[in-house]
């Protein structure tokens, strides 16, 4: 036993456990067993002789002293000061010390939380221990995907303790992490018959999109802020079959899109009147071909079946456990379809033809077997199609015979977005005009954001002219080679920089309403109707003054703002270990002047669609 002197010469058992510096003059087996307190006893300061012998810098002692220790029946799993020895091991980065422990447990540890709920992974991570981190990793018993009590998983723990980091040092580690947990990668899910689906004039639903956001990735990737293992792209999955689309729409709706695909030509048919006489709507009521904003062409059902065939996949992926998250970079949108497309007292289909996020989560509830299931929806325009589709499935699943509230299986439904009939501020009501009240018994929460325009003082006009006179004065979406010649185009600014209202409230009442809400449905897998058209200047979110021909900003969003909605969803599903599929919904563009149109039309307008693909590749790496 390790003993001192004291005054006078004498000597004296020292209180157990040892410093460190007395700790490494331990040298035999029975020192340990003859403690006068025991193996596992503390010091003043709250520490076991193990948790110390975990904390000494120099590896080859640590391995020593812990073997020794261990040997004489010292508790691994004992909490010093808020952390066993197996943390202070990983902290330190003692790999083979680690093991001793692990290996003489008669418990399994390798998942052990500390106080602050890190396992020894997530504590390997934030120091930087890429030795210990390979270590555990190899052993297949360990818990990849765990969080501690502040939502850090082991990505958002990587690094942050480290004593000299580097920004290559990291990007090394974490490009590490990747390689050894392959499942940590979003699964970014694309196809090009998605391109297929088009207008037979300039729209700005268009394949465009896929393109801006596939280039800003590329952008991203080659400045290095975003690695390729990251990212587990694929465009290998097939379409959507009938009875997935079944699941979500009525059998009658489904004929329709048959027999529309069978008779289009080489010219896109106007899809809303459609679809609105073939549901009975009187004519008077059914929207003109000539305004019609929903298009259907030879490729659009192919592209729908596809997109919806997508969020199938990613949601497969996801519950087997090879991605913990997917984003589904397909097109046509789909949350204003509702059971029969257009839902009744809406104006249009607005660019719908299947609504991918009910087929993905009816999906996960019939064939996966998922029992809650949370649809959440952040584009600027109520998500109409996907709250019908919900509230039909609840009303049939709630009428059931063998339906329990507590073991059958359950959907929640949350929209954030603009609402305003025009009754006060003079404006075009602004689409589709519904999601103006909760519906709480149907797990329905619907959190409305009034327009800027609605906004006391707000200077909310746009800087372009509306109405005939523009339509004759200009193209409005040029796209031609004497656009591609003409000046570098100018944006045309559509609301001040200094106006902050909207984006503010929106993510206050994402904050305080919709995440709250989230968080008590419990759900075990979340699906993101995720549109980009409340960003600023984004011409989805313009609303008309029919009175001025004016055009009126309604959001203002800006790509930190879609960070973090993100980030807040991410950190809901911690209870479903990050379970997470994203779907591309909305986001257009902001219209920009090119100058001269091909027809000679000056001060012609395109779409620039940078800022919308800034949003999207901000909310694409906040899932990672």
């Given at each position: 036993m390790v003993r001192r002197a004291t005054e006078g010469g004498a000597r004296r058992e020292p209180s157990w456990p040892p410093s460190k510096a007395a700790?490494?003059?331990?040298?035999?087996?029975?020192?340990?067993?003859?403690?006068?307190?025991?193996?596992?006893?503390?010091?003043?300061?709250?520490?076991t002789a193990l948790a110390v012998a975990c904390a000494l810098e120099d590896g080859k002692a640590c391995e020593e002293m812990v073997k020794?220790?261990?040997?004489?029946?010292?508790?691994?799993?004992?909490l010093s000061n808020g952390m066993a020895p197996v943390h202070w091991a990983c902290a330190l980065g003692h790999r083979d010390a680690l093991a001793c422990m692990v290996d003489a447990s008669s418990t399994s540890i390798v998942n052990l939380r500390a106080e602050d709920g890190s396992t020894p992974l997530l504590v390997a991570a934030e120091h930087g221990k890429i030795e210990v981190i390979?270590?555990?990793?190899?052993?297949?018993?360990?818990?990849?995907?765990?969080?501690?009590?502040?939502?850090?998983?082991?990505?958002?723990?990587?690094?942050?303790?480290?004593?000299?980091?580097?920004?290559?040092?990291?990007?090394?580690l974490r490009a590490e992490i990747f390689e050894l947990i392959p499942s940590l990668r979003l699964a970014f899910l694309s196809h090009p018959d998605c391109e297929e689906h088009v207008s037979f004039k300039p729209h700005q639903e268009s394949p465009e999109r896929i393109v801006a956001i596939l280039a800003e990735l590329q952008r991203v990737i080659d400045r290095g802020e975003l690695a390729m293992g990251e990212l587990d792209k694929t465009c290998t999955f097939g379409a959507a079959e009938p009875s997935d689309i079944l699941r979500a729409h009525d059998e009658n709706y489904v004929r329709v899109l048959a027999e529309l695909s069978d008779r289009v030509g080489q010219t896109p048919i106007a899809f809303t009147p459609y679809c609105q006489n073939h549901n009975g709507v009187p004519e008077k009521l059914q929207k003109p071909a000539e305004n019609s904003d929903t298009f259907f062409s030879p490729g659009t059902l192919q592209a729908a079946l596809r997109a919806a065939g997508g969020v199938i996949h990613a949601v497969d992926r996801v519950l087997d456990g090879k991605n913990r998250s997917a984003f589904v970079c397909c097109r046509p949108p789909g949350h204003h379809a509702g059971i029969n497309g257009a839902t009744e007292g809406a104006p249009s289909s607005g660019f719908s033809i299947l609504n991918n996020a009910m087929i993905g989560a009816l999906h996960a509830i019939d064939v996966r077997k998922c029992m809650r299931v949370a649809v959440v929806d952040?584009?600027?325009?109520?998500?109409?199609?996907?709250?019908?589709?919900?509230?039909?499935?609840?009303?049939?699943?709630?009428?059931?015979?063998?339906?329990?509230?507590?073991?059958?299986?359950?959907?929640?439904?949350?929209?954030?977005?603009?609402?305003?009939?025009?009754?006060?501020?003079?404006?075009?009501?602004?689409?589709?005009?519904?999601?103006?009240?909760?519906?709480?018994?149907?797990?329905?929460?619907?959190?409305?954001?009034?327009?800027m325009w609605l906004a006391k003082g707000a200077s909310a006009t746009a800087h372009a002219e509306t109405g005939e006179r523009a339509r004759k004065k200009t193209k409005r979406f040029a796209d031609s080679e004497d656009a591609a010649a003409a000046p570098p185009p100018k944006t045309i600014a559509i609301e001040p920089e200094q106006q902050q209202g909207g984006r503010l409230e929106w993510m206050k009442a994402f904050r305080e309403r919709l995440i709250?809400?989230?968080?008590?449905?419990?759900?075990?897998?979340?699906?993101?109707?995720?549109?980009?058209?409340?960003?600023?200047?984004?011409?989805?979110?313009?609303?008309?003054?029919?009175?001025?021909?004016?055009?009126?900003?309604?959001?203002n969003l800006r790509a930190e703002d879609y960070e973090d909605m993100t980030k807040l969803l991410v950190n809901v599903s911690n209870v479903c270990d990050g379970r997470v599929v994203s779907i591309l919904e909305g986001g257009y563009g902001h219209l920009m002047s090119v100058g001269k149109s091909s027809d000679g039309a000056q001060n012609a307008l395109t779409l620039g669609r940078d800022v919308f693909a800034k949003c999207v590749k901000a909310h694409v790496q906040a899932l990672i």
């Open positions: 700790l490494n003059r331990i040298d035999s087996l029975g020192d340990c067993r003859s403690a006068p307190r025991g193996v596992d006893a503390k010091n003043a300061n709250g520490d020794i220790l261990v040997d004489a029946g010292a508790d691994a799993s004992a390979r270590w555990l990793l190899e052993r297949g018993d360990v818990d990849a995907m765990a969080r501690n009590a502040h939502g850090r998983d082991v990505l958002g723990a990587l690094g942050a303790k480290m004593r000299r980091q580097s920004q290559s040092a990291r990007s090394e952040f584009d600027v325009h109520h998500g109409n199609g996907t709250e019908e589709i919900a509230r039909h499935w609840l009303t049939k699943q709630r009428a059931r015979d063998d339906y329990h509230r507590h073991k059958s299986p359950d959907l929640f439904f949350a929209s954030i977005h603009l609402a305003d009939d025009g009754t006060s501020s003079g404006m075009l009501p602004f689409y589709p005009g519904s999601g103006v009240q909760d519906d709480l018994m149907n797990n329905i929460v619907n959190v409305v954001v009034p327009p709250p809400a989230l968080r008590a449905f419990g759900p075990e897998l979340i699906i993101v109707s995720a549109g980009f058209d409340a960003a600023a200047s984004d011409v989805g979110n313009l609303g008309v003054d029919p009175r001025r021909n004016t055009r009126h900003q309604g959001a």
